[in-house]
């Protein structure tokens, strides 16, 4: 079945590394997106991409950076680390006049 | 940008019985409204949705209305049972489409 695949599925990590959380699709959709969930805040969009070469920041972006390497594969990546950004990051997709898809999450610890 | 406010943050029913969640949003362009539902550890998954030209969904035991004037729209599940305990999340789309706004999300649980 067409599905949307996250990696690594579980993270620690120290502050100040640099982190790279990757995303991959079967779906076939054009659109992309990263969020972060976090208990009692929902999810909350970093970055969105509608396709290889569109990149658009989300409301919650600073500290954040993202890369579309090609149309299948949305790369969120944490320059240097902060304790904050422990949270649950779920990548997603779409397309025009489908509901959006999840991936099945990453868990972000930052020590 | 658009703003979604969802009530209550928990929700706690015996089996059998009806709970509704609610929602409102803020930006009136918006055209699209899912519901997702999350169990522990999983990822959220699309259980109904709707747009803005309809006022009422129903599939099986759960439906969605929507009230475009007042900037609300609900999700009822009736005749709860066990497996309905999760986290619902409502959403509102905007920007031609382009973005999901989440509200914070309503923990039920259905209680024997």
């Known amino acids: 079945d067409a599905d949307v695949t996250q990696t690594p599925r579980n993270r620690i990590t120290k502050t100040g590394k640099r982190i790279m959380l990757e995303c991959s699709q079967t779906?076939?959709?054009?659109?992309m997106y990263w969020y972060r969930q976090d208990p009692g805040l929902g999810l909350r969009l970093i970055y969105y991409s509608f396709d290889v070469k569109d990149i658009n920041k989300g409301e919650i972006s600073d500290g954040y950076s993202v890369s579309r390497q090609a149309q299948a594969k949305f790369s969120l990546s944490l320059e240097s680390a902060i304790p904050n950004q422990t949270a649950l990051y779920f990548c997603?997709?779409?397309?025009?006049?489908?509901?959006?898809?999840f991936g099945p999450g990453t868990r972000l610890t930052v020590l | 940008g658009e703003n979604v406010e969802q009530h209550p943050s928990t929700l706690s029913v015996q089996e059998g019985d009806s709970a509704v969640i609610k929602c409102t949003y803020s930006d009136s362009a918006s055209n699209y409204f899912p519901w997702y539902k999350q169990e522990l550890g999983k990822r959220p998954q699309l259980i109904i949705d709707?747009?803005?030209?309809?006022g009422e969904k129903k599939d099986q035991r759960i439906a969605v209305t929507l009230n475009k004037t007042a900037k609300h729209f609900s999700l009822h599940i009736t005749e709860t049972q066990p497996e309905d305990s999760a986290v619902y999340f409502c959403a509102a789309c905007t920007g031609g489409g382009n973005k999901l706004t989440f509200g914070t999300g309503t923990q039920l649980k259905v209680e024997l």
């Open positions: 779906k076939g959709h054009d659109r």
């Open positions: 997603a997709t779409s397309a025009p006049g489908t509901p959006w898809f």
């Open positions: 709707i747009r803005s030209n309809v």
